[in-house]
């Protein structure tokens, strides 16, 4: 279905082949699978399983995203996972590349495939996602929020440079590696514009986490939706909810149309951080805080640690 340069399997072909990515050397059989030891199952998508795989030549840990063939049988299908795996892999080789002292976005390494799945080699994420980390969790400080949204910034800064629009920012998508840094994960339905001004018109999101002008279907959308992806997540790390959750699908969207939401009364939330909220869930994308101006925001004033520390999965910080 696609074509990896690097991966074209011969048949009897017992070699192990090379692939330089982030200077050091993966190492992908030619028979695809056969190199790894499969381990423990780190979670289930819309239409992949992931699991931790094992490269037996090097000994390093990956998350290996697996895409059984009989799933992308529809045209619409194959294009989205070959676009997933185009431009994920394009971010990745570029962030390797460039100066960036840390990369916020999940490395693809390679890809793979037999007759029966794709394969998908990614950077493996120990402490799985936000939203795992807030089911636990049930409610983040907002030490913890500057600290994961300091981190959300850099990655989309990152994208933007190529740009690339995520479109599917959400917390089941931001994930959380050994160290705690925050990775963005999940292109699926990212689009690289042509020039920075272009807009997309595609119906595409996670219904709670959609912005206002991407339902409305004339309008055309663009980085701004990133944006108003952030306001949700900085609001649901803190409330414990989305700000737009309906039983309805209808009346979420209605919601979301109109910004109406409000802050619970039993939960403190800080004017600074109502406010940051209120400038990214803004209904003219023109009127949204800029992705660039965010990290000067009052929020981030009282300041916040580099990573979140390993103990916040489980317990809350002592500091608010
Ligand atoms: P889908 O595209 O089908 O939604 P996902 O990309 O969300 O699939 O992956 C499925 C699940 O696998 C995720 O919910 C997450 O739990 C886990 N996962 C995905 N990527 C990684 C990773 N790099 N490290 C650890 N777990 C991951």
Redesign the pocket.
């Known amino acids: 279905m696609m074509s990896s340069a690097k991966s074209s399997p011969r048949k009897g072909d017992k070699k192990k082949e090379i692939i330089k990515s982030d200077s050091k050397e993966i190492n992908l059989c030619t028979k695809g699978l056969s190199g790894f030891k499969m381990g423990k199952l ?9 699991y931790e795989a094992l490269d037996l030549n090097t000994k390093k840990v990956y ?1 290996i ?1 697996i ?1 059984n063939r009989s799933k992308i049988t529809q045209e619409e299908n194959k294009k989205k996972l070959e676009t997933e795996i185009k431009l994920h892999k394009y971010v990745s080789s570029s962030a390797i590349k460039s100066d960036d002292k840390v990369s916020n976005i ?1 490395k693809l390494y390679q890809y793979f495939e037999d007759a029966k799945n794709v394969y998908i080699l ?5 402490n ?2 936000l ?2 980390l807030l089911k636990r969790r049930l409610r983040l400080r907002e030490v913890e929020v500057r600290c994961y949204l300091a981190q959300i910034i850099n990655g989309l800064k990152q994208l933007k440079r190529h740009n690339i629009i995520h479109r599917d920012l959400k917390l ?2 931001l ?1 959380l590696t050994k160290k705690m840094e925050i ?1 963005i ?2 292109f ?1 339905l990212a689009v690289q514009l042509k020039n920075p001004t272009a807009k997309r018109k595609s119906v595409c999101g996670t219904p709670n986490y959609i912005a206002p002008e991407v339902l409305d279907e004339g309008h055309g959308h663009s980085f701004e939706v990133d944006i108003w992806a952030c306001g949700v997540i900085i609001y649901t790390l803190l409330v414990g909810r989305p700000p737009f959750e309906t039983r309805d699908l209808h009346e979420t969207y209605r919601k979301i149309q109109r910004a109406t939401y409000s802050f619970p009364k039993h939960v403190n939330i800080s004017d600074n951080a109502k406010d940051l909220i209120s400038r990214c869930l803004q209904i003219d994308p023109l009127k949204r805080i800029k992705l660039e101006k965010m990290l000067s925001h009052n929020f981030f004033k009282e300041g916040y640690p580099e990573l979140c520390p390993v103990t916040t999965l489980t317990i809350p910080p002592s500091i608010s």
């Not at 780190?42 to 992931?50: F, S, V």
């Not at 990614?122 to 120990?126: D, G, K, R, S, T």
């Open positions: 780190l979670g289930k998508g819309g239409y992949a399983k992931c998350a995203k895409v999940a990614l950077e493996l994420c120990e799985l996602s939203d795992v089941g998508n994930f990775k994960g999940d699926g």
